[in-house]
């Protein structure tokens, strides 16, 4: 689909129940809000996330986050990362984002998800993460989907490598399935990881919480470019700044009949 088109019902029966096609000329307070702090968020990451325009703003229809190098409060790069928390959440549904990625040793974007209420199965990690994609830059042609769960932390997940090219020479549309019985993520329309297995553990009694938790709560969105981590590792000589982060659509449905169906 394209922005053209009529996408009210994608073509297997899932309706529309939210989209940010980002045709405003600036990023939409009533849905969006930004994490600000320049704390290494939990990774050892190096960029501030700022609210300034030239880290994230509307161009041609499209959301631009920008990884800049500059010192910025004691920071040596600058980006931003975009959140709904506290605008809109959601239990189970098919997310589409369709993006073009950056790339560059250390360079780190990610579409994900977080549980609105941390206090259901406790903080994180029990409280459980969706990632939709994640990308190394150094491998800029591989993302990734995964989830994170239990006490203590583990994860699993599969990755999607394209067959020439790589994610910032074109768009690309990344999808997840959402359900009660399954997560399943999507490149281009083409499944490359499913999962119907999952549990957590509460972090203050340790006992285990079966599955479907920790994902059968809202979860909200989050965007962000991080500069650095444990996991992508650190900019070099060889990466280039700025990297932008590009994002033509977001359009969420649920089932039309509000049925789910079963796992496939």
């Known amino acids: 689909m394209t922005k ?21 000329p ?6 969006w809000d930004y994490d600000i702090d320049g704390h290494g968020w ?3 990451e190096l960029q501030y996330y700022t609210r300034e325009a030239r880290n994230a703003f509307i161009e041609d229809s499209k959301l631009v986050i920008k990884a800049i190098k500059e010192e910025y409060e004691g920071s040596p790069y600058t980006s931003a990362k975009l959140v709904t928390r506290g605008k809109v959440d959601w239990l189970y549904g098919r997310f589409e984002i369709r993006a073009k990625l950056p790339y560059g040793q250390g360079i780190w974007p990610a579409f994900w998800m ?7 199965h406790g903080d994180w990690p029990s409280a459980g993460e969706i990632d ?60 490359f990881y499913k999962s119907s297995e999952w549990y957590t553990r509460e972090i203050e009694t340790s006992a285990i919480e079966p599955f479907p938790a920790p994902f059968n709560k809202p979860f909200y969105l989050m965007l962000n470019l991080a500069v650095g981590g444990n996991w992508p590792g650190y900019p070099d000589a060889t990466t280039v700044f700025p990297q932008t982060l590009e994002v033509d659509y977001i359009r969420i449905y649920q089932p039309e009949d509000g049925i789910y169906g079963p796992a496939i």
Not at 26 to 31: M, N
Not at 114 to 120: E, H, K, N, R
Not at 156 to 178: R, V
């Open 4 to 24: 053209n088109n009529n996408y009210q019902i994608s073509d297997n029966g899932w309706k529309l129940i939210w989209n940010e096609e980002f045709d405003g």
């Open 132 to 191: 939709i994609m994640e990308m190394c830059g150094h491998e800029p042609n591989k993302v990734h989907g995964t989830l994170h769960m239990g006490n203590p932390h583990f994860y699993k997940g599969d990755c999607f490598t394209l067959a020439e090219g790589k994610f910032a020479d074109d768009f690309h549309t990344f999808t997840i399935d959402w359900t009660p019985t399954q997560m399943r993520w999507y490149i281009d329309g083409e499944l």
């Open 42 to 44: 939990g990774n050892n």
């Open 114 to 120: 977080m549980s609105t209420d941390m206090q259901v």
């Open 26 to 31: 600036e990023i939409d307070l009533t849905r």
